[in-house]
């Protein structure tokens, strides 16, 4: 199979689908891959590593899509990528269908095989592909967190890990799933004294069996919530109700009742944020003040550090790029129910339900 890795072209997105490392794998199971000149520019891999690795390189997107049997992206595509793809034709990415009519519409004219990261499941019920981000962002939010705290940046002017004399910064991560368990570790690192909260005691527990006394936890009642917002110098938003907004756990007329130039991080803002002053920002201008308290909500927090966060998708990707290149999708699809779960489009029909019954389309 010839498979082909244009370069992300949305706005501030950093990202490539394939690492040179994939690209190596692909090869070695005797698959040829085109990159598209530049590609992993923005994640530090020059067209040179990519030929290394077995890859041959295209001066445009259009070449490649015009060769390619099955695209490997990052982002969904573009208007004018999805002018491109044809029936045959394998997408591999994100796609995010549900909320976006327009492209829904232009795949299903296309006549492409889509197949969406983020529908991709596991056998523990997770969401192998949506994992990885979260990892990333989960762990990047104490480093944010921590810069936003410091006084030239409107913070309360605190040191996450305090110095011997002075006590830690308090840390209060809500939501311990991947985001607040990997935020949580890294506070804890840091030296934050950190509380995660989350709704599920199950989710509890576990974190009480793994983590010990790495750092604490308590149910997110409301009551709890606030009274550890009050003591919290660093506040993480790391909750999700699945295929739901995000709840708002923290208001407008509470914000005065928390430290003033405390931090709010809200990773939970893809989903529309979980504090009711989020409003999502942007890598270049990240943060913002509300009330004497200092906010940082970028939706897409994976991109600031594009390298490891393309390192880490394509190791996730790697094993179900693989197997759609070396049995062809209808095979690799029938023979693992987790991929097949990824199925969103197929010639011309809506594969996945929740997308239909979002968009009002039959499946
Ligand atoms: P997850 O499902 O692993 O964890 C979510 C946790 O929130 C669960 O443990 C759940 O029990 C808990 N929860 C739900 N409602 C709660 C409430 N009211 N109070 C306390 N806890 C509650 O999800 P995740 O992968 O950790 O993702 C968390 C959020 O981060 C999602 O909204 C996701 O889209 C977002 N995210 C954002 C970025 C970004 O760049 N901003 C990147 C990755 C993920």
């Known amino acids: 199979m010839k498979?082909?890795?244009?370069?992300?072209i949305k706005p501030q997105e950093f990202r490539v689908g394939m690492t040179p490392d994939a690209v190596r794998e692909a090869v070695g199971h005797g698959h040829a891959v085109v990159m598209e000149t530049k590609a992993g520019m923005g994640a530090g891999f020059t067209d040179e590593d990519y030929i290394a690795a077995g890859a041959t390189i295209l001066g445009t997107a259009e070449e490649l899509f015009a060769q390619a049997d099955m695209i490997v992206k990052v982002k969904e595509p573009q208007a004018v990528e999805r002018k491109r793809l044809r029936e045959g034709q394998v997408l591999f990415t994100y796609l995010h269908l549900a909320p976006d009519p327009e492209q829904t519409r232009d795949l299903l004219d296309s006549g492409v095989t889509a197949i969406a990261y983020e529908t991709v499941t596991d056998d523990r019920g997770g969401l192998p592909l949506l994992a990885p981000m979260s990892e990333v962002a989960g762990r990047l939010a104490p480093q944010v967190g921590a810069w936003t705290l410091q006084k030239a940046n409107g913070g309360r002017g605190v040191l996450?890990?305090?110095?011997?004399?002075?006590?830690?910064?308090?840390?209060?991560?809500?939501?311990?799933?991947?985001?607040?368990?990997?935020?949580?570790?890294?506070a804890a690192g840091m030296g934050a004294d950190v509380t995660v909260i989350d709704r599920s005691v199950n989710r509890l527990r576990y974190l009480d069996d793994v983590f010990g006394r790495e750092f604490k936890n308590a149910y997110a009642?409301?009551?709890?919530?606030?009274?550890?917002?009050?003591?919290?110098d660093l506040i993480i938003g790391a909750v999700l109700i699945p295929g739901a907004a995000a709840p708002k756990l923290i208001s407008?007329?509470?914000?005065?009742?928390?430290?003033?130039?405390?931090?709010?991080?809200?990773?939970?803002?893809?989903?529309?944020?979980?504090?009711?002053?989020?409003?999502?920002?942007?890598?270049?201008?990240?943060?913002?003040?509300?009330d004497g308290i200092m906010h940082y909500c970028v939706a897409n927090m994976p991109g600031a550090v594009a390298r490891t966060s393309t390192q880490a998708l394509g190791n996730a990707t790697m094993p179900f790029m693989l197997a759609l290149a070396d049995k062809g999708w209808k095979r690799a699809c029938a023979e693992d129910k987790h991929l097949l779960n990824g199925l969103n489009v197929h010639a011309g029909k809506l594969t996945y339900e929740a997308v239909g019954v979002a968009l009002n389309l039959p499946t």
């Open 3 to 8: 498979i082909g890795c244009p370069k992300e």
């Open 160 to 186: 996450l890990g305090g110095v011997p004399g002075v006590l830690p910064a308090k840390v209060l991560v809500i939501g311990g799933g991947v985001v607040g368990t990997h935020a949580a570790k890294v």
């Open 221 to 232: 009642s409301a009551g709890n919530t606030i009274a550890l917002a009050r003591e919290a």
């Open 252 to 290: 407008r007329a509470q914000l005065k009742e928390l430290k003033p130039g405390a931090a709010l991080v809200d990773v939970a803002i893809d989903q529309g944020g979980c504090f009711e002053t989020s409003r999502a920002t942007t890598h270049q201008d990240p943060i913002y003040e509300v």
